[in-house]
């Protein structure tokens, strides 16, 4: 895990029983750390995102989803390495061909908006946004071009716009107060905020 991981996030995977090894995101690589672990202790690496059966099983959000509301005019999705998106997308597009299918990354943490455009993986910089659960620097390599395939655009969004959409869905749609108009289905990710950051984000204004 990042050395910067949400303590609320540290927490709740010591909870599960897990030894975390730390790394720095703006000097280690990632997985190069996570290949000499694997290396070292003969342990079985679990990809994040860039596994089929992570985004089959990540895809399974959209199928609940469909199963609730089969009848979708759209599906909204978070885009970080790619998993999740490209798993609801794939279950979006089999149920329903001509759904728009739209992916959300922070503009500063765009590496996929950025891929779409070039027609191949950028990797960029450590990304700095409050989103931290969609801060890799590319898209995977099994992922990509899933998101190229199924993905109608990419919606780039700003801290303070995620600030709004967290204040929105915790005062007003967690209230009962939904906005009516078209079908619009959306995954939201990111239970493990900071507790300080969300009373922060909730107290702004």
């Given at each position: 895990m990042p050395t910067d991981a949400p303590a609320l996030k540290v927490e709740a995977t010591r909870g599960y029983g897990a030894e975390i090894v730390f790394y720095d995101r703006l000097k280690d690589d990632r997985a190069a750390v996570a290949r000499r672990l694997v290396d070292e202790t003969g342990r079985v690496l679990v990809p994040p995102y860039d596994d089929p059966a992570i985004m089959a099983g990540q895809g399974t959000a959209a199928l609940e989803l469909f199963q609730d509301v089969p009848a979708l005019d759209a599906i909204v999705t978070p885009v970080g390495g790619g998993g999740l998106m490209a798993g609801c997308s794939t279950v979006a597009r089999s149920l329903s061909p001509g759904i728009t299918v739209v992916g959300v990354e922070a503009e500063t943490a765009n590496d996929t908006y950025l891929s779409l455009k070039k027609g191949e993986r950028v990797?960029?910089?450590?990304?700095?946004?409050?989103a931290d659960g969609i801060r890799p620097q590319s898209p995977g390599e099994l992922t990509f071009p899933i998101?190229?395939?199924n993905l109608s655009e990419v919606a780039?969004?700003?801290?303070?716009?995620?600030?709004?959409?967290?204040?929105?869905?915790?005062?007003?749609?967690?209230?009962?107060?939904l906005a009516r108009g078209a079908r619009v289905g959306v995954v939201l990710s990111g239970?493990?905020?900071?507790?300080?950051?969300?009373?922060?984000?909730?107290?702004?204004?």
């Open positions: 990797t960029i910089p450590p990304p700095p946004t409050i998101l190229r395939e780039l969004v700003s801290d303070d716009e995620i600030i709004a959409a967290v204040r929105f869905l915790a005062l007003r749609v967690l209230s009962g107060k239970g493990n905020v900071d507790p300080g950051l969300l009373i922060q984000i909730l107290q702004s204004r």
